[in-house]
Protein backbone atom coordinates (compact mmCIF):
# COMPACT_ATOMS: atom_id res chain seq x y z
CA UNK A 1 0.00 0.00 0.00
CA UNK A 2 1.11 3.47 -0.57
CA UNK A 3 2.54 5.53 2.07
CA UNK A 4 1.42 9.11 0.80
CA UNK A 5 -1.52 9.39 -1.81
CA UNK A 6 -1.88 12.77 -4.22
CA UNK A 7 -4.56 11.80 -5.71
CA UNK A 8 -4.33 15.08 -8.23
CA UNK A 9 -1.69 14.93 -10.70
CA UNK A 10 -2.14 18.33 -12.09
CA UNK A 11 -4.29 21.33 -10.62
CA UNK A 12 -4.98 24.69 -12.41
CA UNK A 13 -5.80 27.90 -10.28
CA UNK A 14 -6.11 31.53 -11.20
CA UNK A 15 -3.63 34.15 -9.84
CA UNK A 16 -4.48 35.46 -6.27
CA UNK A 17 -6.81 32.39 -5.91
CA UNK A 18 -6.59 29.90 -3.37
CA UNK A 19 -5.89 26.28 -4.45
CA UNK A 20 -5.56 23.13 -1.72
CA UNK A 21 -3.59 20.30 -2.73
CA UNK A 22 -4.61 17.04 -1.19
CA UNK A 23 -2.28 14.22 0.37
CA UNK A 24 -3.42 11.24 2.45
CA UNK A 25 -1.04 9.08 4.38
CA UNK A 26 -0.62 5.63 5.70
CA UNK A 27 0.81 4.49 9.14
CA UNK A 28 0.48 2.76 11.78
CA UNK A 29 2.54 4.74 14.20
CA UNK A 30 1.52 7.57 16.60
CA UNK A 31 4.46 10.02 16.15
CA UNK A 32 5.50 10.61 12.66
CA UNK A 33 5.91 14.12 10.88
CA UNK A 34 4.21 15.13 7.44
CA UNK A 35 6.41 17.88 5.15
CA UNK A 36 5.81 19.27 2.11
CA UNK A 37 8.33 20.34 -0.80
CA UNK A 38 7.90 22.43 -3.63
CA UNK A 39 10.06 21.37 -7.10
CA UNK A 40 10.35 23.68 -9.92
CA UNK A 41 11.52 22.70 -13.24
CA UNK A 42 15.35 23.21 -12.23
CA UNK A 43 14.87 19.77 -9.89
CA UNK A 44 15.61 21.25 -6.45
CA UNK A 45 13.27 20.45 -3.68
CA UNK A 46 12.05 23.14 -1.27
CA UNK A 47 10.73 22.79 2.13
CA UNK A 48 7.58 24.25 2.63
CA UNK A 49 5.89 23.31 5.81
CA UNK A 50 5.92 20.89 8.52
CA UNK A 51 3.38 19.16 11.09
CA UNK A 52 3.97 16.88 13.85
CA UNK A 53 1.37 13.68 14.92
CA UNK A 54 0.49 15.72 18.30
CA UNK A 55 0.65 18.97 17.00
CA UNK A 56 -3.12 20.81 18.02
CA UNK A 57 -2.63 23.45 15.14
CA UNK A 58 -2.55 23.42 11.92
CA UNK A 59 1.05 24.85 10.55
CA UNK A 60 1.24 27.56 8.86
CA UNK A 61 4.49 29.75 7.05
CA UNK A 62 3.25 32.88 5.20
CA UNK A 63 0.72 31.75 2.24
CA UNK A 64 1.26 28.09 3.36
CA UNK A 65 -0.99 26.45 5.69
CA UNK A 66 -1.77 22.72 6.52
CA UNK A 67 -5.24 21.18 7.38
CA UNK A 68 -3.97 18.60 9.37
CA UNK A 69 -6.69 15.77 9.54
CA UNK A 70 -5.60 13.34 11.90
CA UNK A 71 -8.59 10.93 12.36
CA UNK A 72 -8.61 10.90 8.22
CA UNK A 73 -5.00 10.92 7.86
CA UNK A 74 -5.20 13.66 5.57
CA UNK A 75 -2.62 16.55 5.32
CA UNK A 76 -3.71 18.99 2.44
CA UNK A 77 -1.47 21.94 1.81
CA UNK A 78 -3.41 25.10 1.07
CA UNK A 79 -1.77 28.19 -0.60
CA UNK A 80 -2.89 31.26 -0.86
CA UNK A 81 -3.75 34.05 -2.84
CA UNK A 82 -1.39 31.84 -5.57
CA UNK A 83 1.72 33.87 -7.66
CA UNK A 84 2.89 32.64 -11.02
CA UNK A 85 6.22 31.94 -9.38
CA UNK A 86 4.02 29.13 -7.29
CA UNK A 87 3.87 27.08 -10.52
CA UNK A 88 5.74 23.65 -10.18
CA UNK A 89 5.37 20.16 -8.07
CA UNK A 90 4.95 19.71 -4.81
CA UNK A 91 5.06 16.53 -2.88
CA UNK A 92 3.75 15.55 0.21
CA UNK A 93 6.03 13.50 2.68
CA UNK A 94 6.44 11.49 5.73
CA UNK A 95 8.25 10.95 8.46
CA UNK A 96 7.64 8.02 10.92
CA UNK A 97 9.14 5.68 13.51
CA UNK A 98 9.31 2.61 11.50
CA UNK A 99 11.95 4.70 8.93
CA UNK A 100 13.69 4.98 12.20
CA UNK A 101 12.98 8.77 12.65
CA UNK A 102 15.00 9.68 9.83
CA UNK A 103 14.32 9.03 6.31
CA UNK A 104 11.18 10.69 4.08
CA UNK A 105 8.80 8.81 2.21
CA UNK A 106 7.42 10.79 -0.80
CA UNK A 107 4.29 10.86 -2.66
CA UNK A 108 4.20 10.96 -6.34
CA UNK A 109 3.34 14.71 -6.29
CA UNK A 110 0.71 17.17 -7.80
CA UNK A 111 1.44 19.36 -10.91
CA UNK A 112 0.09 22.69 -10.00
CA UNK A 113 0.22 25.67 -12.63
CA UNK A 114 -1.07 29.49 -11.76
CA UNK A 115 -2.24 31.46 -14.51
CA UNK A 116 -2.66 34.53 -14.88
CA UNK B 1 25.32 30.76 -1.17
CA UNK B 2 25.42 28.69 1.55
CA UNK B 3 22.86 25.77 0.61
CA UNK B 4 23.43 22.15 -0.62
CA UNK B 5 25.53 22.05 -4.12
CA UNK B 6 25.64 19.16 -6.16
CA UNK B 7 28.41 18.42 -8.71
CA UNK B 8 27.86 17.69 -11.60
CA UNK B 9 24.56 19.25 -12.60
CA UNK B 10 24.18 16.64 -15.44
CA UNK B 11 25.95 13.89 -16.53
CA UNK B 12 25.82 11.65 -20.13
CA UNK B 13 26.92 8.58 -20.06
CA UNK B 14 27.27 5.12 -22.11
CA UNK B 15 25.94 1.47 -20.37
CA UNK B 16 28.44 0.19 -18.96
CA UNK B 17 30.76 3.11 -17.68
CA UNK B 18 31.15 4.37 -13.64
CA UNK B 19 30.17 7.68 -12.75
CA UNK B 20 30.61 9.60 -9.60
CA UNK B 21 28.52 12.31 -7.86
CA UNK B 22 29.33 14.97 -5.51
CA UNK B 23 27.45 16.32 -2.74
CA UNK B 24 28.19 19.44 -0.43
CA UNK B 25 25.56 19.98 2.66
CA UNK B 26 25.09 23.02 4.55
CA UNK B 27 28.43 23.86 6.68
CA UNK B 28 26.67 22.33 10.20
CA UNK B 29 24.51 19.79 9.20
CA UNK B 30 26.09 16.70 10.70
CA UNK B 31 23.12 14.34 8.15
CA UNK B 32 23.40 13.93 4.46
CA UNK B 33 20.71 11.94 2.31
CA UNK B 34 21.28 10.47 -1.18
CA UNK B 35 17.65 10.06 -2.84
CA UNK B 36 16.88 8.73 -6.56
CA UNK B 37 14.04 10.12 -8.57
CA UNK B 38 12.65 9.13 -11.85
CA UNK B 39 10.27 10.43 -13.81
CA UNK B 40 6.45 11.30 -12.47
CA UNK B 41 7.48 9.92 -9.18
CA UNK B 42 8.54 11.21 -6.16
CA UNK B 43 12.04 10.75 -4.50
CA UNK B 44 12.79 7.26 -3.26
CA UNK B 45 15.73 7.29 -0.36
CA UNK B 46 18.83 5.34 -1.08
CA UNK B 47 20.99 5.75 2.10
CA UNK B 48 22.33 8.23 4.81
CA UNK B 49 25.14 9.06 6.78
CA UNK B 50 25.65 10.61 10.35
CA UNK B 51 28.41 11.93 10.38
CA UNK B 52 31.02 9.59 8.43
CA UNK B 53 28.93 7.09 9.42
CA UNK B 54 26.77 5.00 6.77
CA UNK B 55 23.63 4.22 8.89
CA UNK B 56 20.89 2.86 6.15
CA UNK B 57 20.79 1.87 3.06
CA UNK B 58 17.69 1.09 1.08
CA UNK B 59 17.10 -2.31 -0.57
CA UNK B 60 17.23 0.01 -3.80
CA UNK B 61 20.99 0.92 -3.48
CA UNK B 62 22.71 -2.32 -5.59
CA UNK B 63 25.98 -3.27 -4.95
CA UNK B 64 26.76 -1.02 -8.35
CA UNK B 65 25.84 1.34 -5.99
CA UNK B 66 28.50 3.34 -3.09
CA UNK B 67 28.67 6.14 -1.30
CA UNK B 68 31.22 7.66 0.96
CA UNK B 69 31.57 10.91 3.16
CA UNK B 70 35.00 10.48 4.44
CA UNK B 71 35.56 13.45 6.81
CA UNK B 72 31.90 14.29 8.01
CA UNK B 73 31.60 16.65 5.33
CA UNK B 74 30.85 16.06 1.50
CA UNK B 75 29.68 12.57 0.49
CA UNK B 76 30.06 11.06 -3.31
CA UNK B 77 27.69 8.96 -4.65
CA UNK B 78 29.06 6.06 -7.42
CA UNK B 79 27.39 3.93 -9.52
CA UNK B 80 29.33 1.07 -11.40
CA UNK B 81 28.55 -0.27 -14.62
CA UNK B 82 25.39 1.40 -15.25
CA UNK B 83 22.52 0.68 -16.61
CA UNK B 84 20.21 2.71 -18.65
CA UNK B 85 17.78 2.08 -15.68
CA UNK B 86 20.09 4.08 -13.15
CA UNK B 87 18.64 7.15 -15.63
CA UNK B 88 17.31 9.38 -12.86
CA UNK B 89 18.08 12.78 -10.56
CA UNK B 90 20.09 11.86 -7.76
CA UNK B 91 19.23 13.99 -4.72
CA UNK B 92 21.33 15.02 -1.55
CA UNK B 93 19.61 16.35 1.14
CA UNK B 94 21.43 17.31 4.69
CA UNK B 95 20.21 18.09 7.94
CA UNK B 96 20.54 19.08 11.38
CA UNK B 97 19.20 15.76 14.29
CA UNK B 98 16.91 17.92 16.08
CA UNK B 99 14.03 15.09 16.63
CA UNK B 100 10.68 15.39 15.14
CA UNK B 101 10.82 18.77 12.95
CA UNK B 102 14.03 17.89 11.60
CA UNK B 103 14.32 19.44 8.27
CA UNK B 104 15.80 18.03 4.74
CA UNK B 105 17.14 20.68 2.97
CA UNK B 106 17.96 19.47 -0.77
CA UNK B 107 20.14 20.42 -3.70
CA UNK B 108 19.60 20.97 -7.11
CA UNK B 109 20.15 17.19 -8.56
CA UNK B 110 22.23 15.59 -10.75
CA UNK B 111 20.42 14.33 -13.50
CA UNK B 112 22.48 11.32 -14.91
CA UNK B 113 21.19 9.77 -18.27
CA UNK B 114 22.41 6.51 -19.62
CA UNK B 115 22.43 5.99 -23.44
Known amino acids: AQKITQTQPGMFVQEKEAVTLDCTYD???????LFWYKQPSSGEMIFLIY??????QNATEGRYSLNFQKARKSANLVISASQLGDSAMYFC?????????????FGKGTMLLVSP | DTGVSQNPRHKITKRGQNVTFRCDPISEHNRLYWYRQTLGQGPEFLTYFQNEAQLEKSRLLSDRFSAERPKGSFSTLEIQRTEQGDSAMYLC?????????????FGPGTRLLVL
Open chain 1, 27 to 33: TSDQSYG
Open chain 1, 51 to 56: QGSYDE
Open chain 2, 93 to 105: ASSQRQGWQETQY
Open chain 1, 93 to 105: AMREALSGYSTLT
